[in-house]
């Protein structure tokens, strides 16, 4: 069965080191979004893809980067780790046909990073 | 982009009818409002989604006023495994994908 997976599921780092966070989707979809999901704000968004080699900001995107080489991946990588960037990430995905969409997005399981 | 407002918390009891609530006065005439729900420290599920009618499908129903300010998620039957916590959001269709989320509404079905 097609579906979103995302790597690891749990990670501990240190200050300043660089982190990727791995997301992969079996559906062919255009559409890739990455979330953060903190206690009291919900889940927001971090960058986003409506394909390959297209990458956009979200509303908290300092600090973080993504590209997209081809359709399956969008990994979030963060260049320097911060303690402030400790959170559950989730990745999603949506059919789309570029920007113009209002596709409903399927969610990964999410990855929970610590940063000490 | 339009901001969505909605109940911290709502209990209901088990085998009634959960509606929940969501405000979205600076909704534009093209963006849509989406229904999530978000179990324990799972990944958030698509529940339901509308433009201007209600909906509905074999999960809930989702009423929209007709100004299109507010909506209304109703869980028919709510049962143990409703207990989540529900977003609505809104996704504007005419330029591009654009989710937003609220802090959501955490419900508690009780038995």
């Known amino acids: 069965d097609a579906e979103i997976t995302q790597s690891p599921r749990h990670k501990i780092t240190e200050t300043g080191r660089q982190v990727t966070l791995a997301c992969h989707q079996t559906w062919n979809h255009n559409n890739m979004f990455w979330y953060r999901q903190d206690l009291g704000h919900g889940l927001r968004l971090i960058h986003y893809?409506?394909?390959?080699?297209?990458?956009n900001k979200g509303e908290v995107s300092d600090g973080y980067s993504v590209s997209r080489s081809n359709t399956e991946d969008l990994p979030l990588t963060l260049e320097s780790a911060a303690s402030s960037q400790t959170s559950v990430y989730f990745c999603a995905s949506s059919p789309g046909t570029g920007p113009i969409s209002t596709d409903t997005q399927y969610f990964g399981p999410g990855t929970r990073l610590t940063v000490l | 982009d339009a901001k969505t407002t909605q109940p911290p918390s709502m209990d209901c009891a088990e085998g009634r009818a959960a509606n929940l609530p969501c405000n979205h006065s600076t909704i534009s005439g093209n963006e849509y409002v989406y229904w999530y729900r978000q179990i324990h420290s799972q990944g958030p599920q698509y529940i339901i989604h509308?433009?201007?009618n209600n909906e509905t499908n074999e999960m809930a129903s989702l009423i929209i006023t007709e100004d299109r300010k507010s909506s209304t998620l109703i869980l028919p039957h709510a049962t143990l495994r409703d207990t989540a916590v529900y977003y609505c959001s809104s996704t504007y269709s005419g330029g591009y994908q654009k989710v937003t989320f609220g802090i959501g509404t955490k419900l508690q079905v009780i038995p």
């Open positions: 509308g433009l201007k």
């Open positions: 893809s409506y394909g390959v080699q297209d990458t």
